[in-house]
Each structure stands twice: as C-alpha cells, then as structure tokens.
C-alpha cells in the first residue's frame, strides 16, 4: 500500500470509516466470491469472521468478484464501520486499531473456516482515504493462469493450480492471436453479460511466456472484467494454441460481439487474481466517480 492521507467519514454514511481489507484465498473449498444462500463463499466466510467481531452484521465490497474455484493473491475489500467499533476493537489495550483487528479478525477466521483454516488470510486492515471504494476506485486488474501442456511437466503437488493440458501448444501463435485485443473493445462476445452492464473494457496486457521450467503462464491485465472473461479469453486462445484456429480468430469473434457454440470456458482452477493497483490517495474519489460514470 502506498502512504495514504488520513481516513475520512464515508461520504453520505452518517459518519461511518471506510476500512480497507487485503484478502488472499484459495478458491477451491468456495462456491466463489460473492454471498450465495446455503453455500460456502468467501464473501460469506469474511463478513460471518467480522460480524463475530463487531457484533453486528458486516457487507464488504470487493475489487472483482471471482467465480468458484478462483483464486487471489491481490485481492482488495472495503467495510464501514462507526469510530466507536473502529476504536473498540482495541478493548482497552493501548494498540493501533488496525493491527488490532487484523490480529482478531485472523483469529475469527480460524474459527469460522474450522478444518479449511487457512484457505482465507487478510493480509493488512487499513483506514482508507476518503473517497475509496475497493471496486470502482481500481485502475486495473490483473490475473495469472497456468498451463502445463506436456505430461513431463503434470506434477501433482501443483495440480490444484495449474491446468494440465493434452496437447502442445505455440506460444507465439497465442500471442500473435492476442494483440488485436488489447485496448478499448466491446468484449461481448468472451463474457456472460449482466442484464444493464456495459461489455466495453480496457484490456492493457493479454500475454503468453513460457517458463525455464516449460510451464506456460498467462498474464490478463485490464481497467476490469466482465463476468467469465479472462476465462473465456484464455479458452478461446488455447484453441488457437493447439492449431485447431488460426491467430487472426480470436479478433473475428471479438467483432461479432457474440458467443456461440465454439465459446470455451477454460476451467478455474488455475486462475489466481494477483494484483489490484489504485491511484495515489488524492486520486482515488476522482477514479471512482469516473469509473462510475463510465458503468453507467
């Protein structure tokens, strides 16, 4: 986290401090990200591990809602919490609130995650600085996805992260396919639309590299994502990996802004949300109204 100016009340919260969460997890216990009636989210896990603090039910937004199975490295949430629980956190106890509540909010978690404890950390708890919002204040996104596309590279110890493909695929001919999409699209056609949600994004990095180890690794960077889209992204590239489409495919499709029946979800299990960058503190309510006015 870069130096931030001093928190100040949520705008229109009656008062209420913004609190910034840096939350890591290995999404495979989960039903993904956001809250689901009668299934494990981690949404669901943190806010249950926060209101058994703050004695109180707890919401926390989020940088990117992921699917089941994803997982985060980088992931960035926010709660609001009146200065009284902010402040009562400490018990008592001379201490910085927010590495008060970092350490009893672990402690929660344990608990709440019982056998699965330690499939969800919070890595640094924060005051925000006014006008942060974990979504729309965001510049960007980034995702890894792994692929081993030979059986000499299937190692199991790293099966749960990586996807073990059947047939060789060309790196350059996936990253000749990928070019054409970066910048400012219309990426209908790689994402399951959201009835009122906009499918313009600005994809800053879709990129392949191939490892000293001969795992090959794909990089995903955008101002943010439509629901299944890198997914769809790295499907649709790896077909043109294996030979089975030519590169200049990918932007076809891109231009059609709709999917049919060759639209391939790669599975999720090797995706990982590694990064969200914000801007500098004074920036980030001008970030968030514009991203605001664009969604809109």
């Known amino acids: 986290m870069t130096d931030q100016e001093p928190a100040a009340p ?30 494990r989210t981690v949404q669901g896990t943190v806010e249950e591990a926060l209101g058994m603090l703050i004695r ?6 989020v940088a990117g809602r992921t699917d089941a199975g994803v997982h985060a490295r980088g ?15 400490l018990r008592g106890q001379d201490r910085d609130p927010a590495a008060a509540l970092l350490r009893r909010l672990r402690g929660a978690l344990s608990k709440v995650l019982a056998g ?3 499939a969800v950390e919070i890595h640094a708890v924060a005051l925000a600085p006014a006008g942060f ?9 980034r995702y890894s996805y792994r692929i081993a596309d030979t059986e000499r590279q299937w190692d199991p110890l790293l099966r749960h992260s990586t996807l073990w493909y059947q047939k060789a695929l060309d790196v350059d001919r996936m ?32 990129e392949f590299r191939r490892g000293a180890d001969g795992l090959i690794t794909v990089t995903v960077q955008a101002d943010a994502f439509c629901h299944n889209m890198v997914r769809s992204l790295v499907g649709a590239a790896v077909q043109v ?56």
Not at 12 to 25: A, Q
Not at 33 to 38: A, C, E, L, S
Not at 56 to 61: G, Y
Request: charged share 30%; glycine share 10%.
């Open 10 to 39: 949520v705008r229109g919260g009656g008062g209420l401090l913004r609190v910034r969460l840096e939350v890591s997890y290995d999404g495979g216990p989960f039903s993904g990200w956001g809250v689901q009636p009668g299934l």
């Open 56 to 61: 109180r039910p707890i919401r926390i937004a």
């Open 75 to 89: 992931q960035v949430a926010h709660c609001d919490l009146t200065p009284v629980e902010w402040a009562g956190v």
């Open 116 to 118: 699965l404890a330690g």
């Open 133 to 141: 919002d974990a979504r729309f204040s965001a510049l960007w996104r």
């Open 175 to 206: 990253n000749t396919a990928a070019r054409p999409l970066l910048g400012i699209q219309d990426f209908r056609s790689y994402c399951k639309p959201r009835d009122g949600a906009t499918t313009r994004r600005e994809l800053q990095r879709f």
């Open 241 to 296: 990996g294996e030979g089975l489409e030519e590169p200049g495919w990918l932007h076809e499709r891109l231009l059609v802004k709709a999917r049919d029946a060759k639209s391939r979800l790669a599975p999720p299990h090797p995706l990982i949300l590694e990064e969200v960058r914000y801007p500098e503190a004074a920036d980030v309510q001008a970030r968030q109204e514009l991203t605001r006015a664009r969604r809109a």
